[in-house]
């Protein structure tokens, strides 16, 4: 009968396992390596890119007197023999890209 307890007690501890990873991972939000490939995507519509990075530690931005917390990073991309370098920012909570400039020379 001890056997039953042990798997009873095993399948508690299991479902209990997944319940508390699951709530730790929607509260996380988008990871660093989601908002890269989220911003990899998006600026691959626009044809090949050439490299890409991204800050893996959230920080604040205001855009338009709304506050965000996001991840910075960059793409490069190759256009005419031409290297083009564009700074992101994206939203660490929904993943939404936030803005986009092209960097300076």
């Known amino acids: 009968m001890n056997w039953k307890k042990v798997a009873i007690a095993a399948g508690v501890g299991a479902l209990a396992g997944y319940v508390v990873k699951e709530q730790v991972a929607n509260k996380q939000g988008v990871t660093p390596e989601k908002a890269l490939k989220i ?3 998006a600026f691959k519509k626009q044809g090949p890119i ?3 990075w991204i800050y893996m530690k959230p920080e604040d931005l205001n855009k338009n007197g709304i ?16 290297t083009s ?8 909570e929904t993943g939404t890209i ?5 960097a300076s020379a």
């Open 85 to 92: 370098q564009y700074e992101f920012f994206i939203d660490s």
């Open 39 to 41: 911003a990899k995507e």
């Open 98 to 102: 936030i803005d986009v400039e092209e």
């Open 50 to 52: 050439s490299g890409s």
């Open 67 to 82: 506050n965000y917390e996001v991840y910075r990073g960059g793409i490069s991309k190759n256009q005419d023999g031409e």
